[in-house]
């Protein structure tokens, strides 16, 4: 875990925390990694936990599935971001999503809560934690709220430029990379993934966008 350590620090969970505090901090709340392959689940629709996990490689999906099978991605995590924070901050609320390995995927789980009660060695680091975690959850929720943006649009151009804005503003760039492949575009954005291709085709032949597999740039900003 010790080569880990520097991105451990960049999380979000451990903002304005010395480097020299992560350590304790880390035996403090039961961190513990785990490997999981490629599709495997780390949790299912029914389980709980009062862990969050924070990716140290490869990346994990949020995805929900209706009663006939039908697959919408909620959410995409790669290295240095984490997951799970609303279902470990109150363990009685089971798990309504699967969490599963978009690729081999290597995670560092943290007992949320030694964070949401007072640990027995009363911490000095303990309030930042907290405040820490709770611009987390604020975020996740305002991730959420994005999503919902874009999926409401009325055509799948307004729900790809929506997307597409959201992804070259958080770049701060308008050449970006992005988390899925076009199935997994397809399911976020919950829409036919065929049609869904096309309408990036004749995008890039309008001039709007530019792509090669997962990588885009914006080509014409008033597109936007």
Request: charged share 25%.
């Amino acid at each position: 875990m010790e080569h880990h350590l520097p991105l451990i620090g960049r999380s979000p969970l451990f903002a304005n925390i010395d480097a020299a505090d992560l350590a304790p901090m880390l035996q403090c709340l039961g961190a513990r990694k785990r490997t999981f392959p490629k599709g495997s689940y780390l949790f299912r629709v029914g389980d709980r936990t009062t862990a969050m996990g924070i990716m140290l490689e490869g990346s994990v999906r949020l995805e929900k599935e209706d009663y006939w099978g039908n697959r919408s991605i909620l959410a995409s995590f790669g290295p240095g971001q984490s997951f799970a924070e609303v279902y470990a901050c109150e363990p009685d609320l089971a798990f309504d999503i699967n969490v599963v390995a978009a690729e081999d995927a290597t995670v560092l789980f943290l007992d949320i809560g030694r964070v949401t009660t007072m640990c027995p060695s009363s911490c000095a680091f303990h309030a930042r934690l907290i405040r820490n975690l709770l611009g987390i959850v604020a975020k996740r929720t305002h991730a959420l709220t994005r999503k919902i943006e874009h999926t409401t649009k009325r055509t799948t151009r307004a729900k790809l430029l929506s997307y597409l804005s959201d992804q070259a503003e958080a770049a701060h760039a308008s050449r970006f990379v992005i988390p899925f492949d076009r199935q997994e575009l397809a399911d976020y954005l919950s829409v036919d993934r065929s049609a869904m291709c096309a309408e990036l085709s004749r995008m890039k032949r309008d001039g709007l966008i530019d792509y090669n597999r997962n990588q885009f740039e914006i080509v014409r900003r008033s597109a936007l």
